[in-house]
């Protein structure tokens, strides 16, 4: 444009127009591709289905771990108990990062609570 041009429109400051094109991506690698809906839908779960699954895997895997010192192979169940008392945490990451199904599957294996372990010697 020459100033002649850009004297005949007298723009305030901050007007103007302009074209443009590109490609871009919010967000890190760590959310998930859902929305909103997605973090509706595993707060539903979370209510109605979570809290209870745990609950009840809580309560089993108290009566149960203790037997385990004497019949070892019960740890394989107390372990399923364990990821049933996990439960409300992996719903609840998975609506923070409002995963699909699919994304939450894809990584049910390692979605663990975070613990600190001390362990003297």
């Known amino acids: 444009m020459s100033t002649e041009d850009l004297q005949s429109t007298k723009m305030g400051h901050g007007d103007g127009s302009g074209?443009?094109?590109?490609a871009g991506s919010g967000g890190d690698s760590q959310s998930g591709s859902g929305g909103v809906l997605?973090?509706?839908i595993w707060l539903v779960l979370l209510l109605l289905a979570g809290i209870w699954v745990a609950g009840f895997c809580a309560w089993?895997?108290?009566?149960?771990?203790?037997?385990?010192?004497?019949?070892?192979p019960l740890a394989a169940v107390t372990d399923i108990l364990l990821r049933g008392?996990?439960?409300?945490?992996?719903?609840?990451?998975?609506m923070m990062e409002a995963n699909t199904f699919g994304e939450a599957w894809a990584t049910a294996?390692?979605?663990v609570p975070p613990t600190v372990l001390v362990v003297q010697s």
């Open 38 to 40: 997605w973090q509706v």
């Open 19 to 22: 074209e443009g094109s590109g």
């Open 109 to 111: 294996g390692t979605t």
């Open 85 to 94: 008392t996990q439960l409300t945490y992996f719903c609840t990451k998975n």
């Open 60 to 72: 089993w895997y108290i009566m149960l771990i203790p037997f385990t010192v004497c019949f070892q």
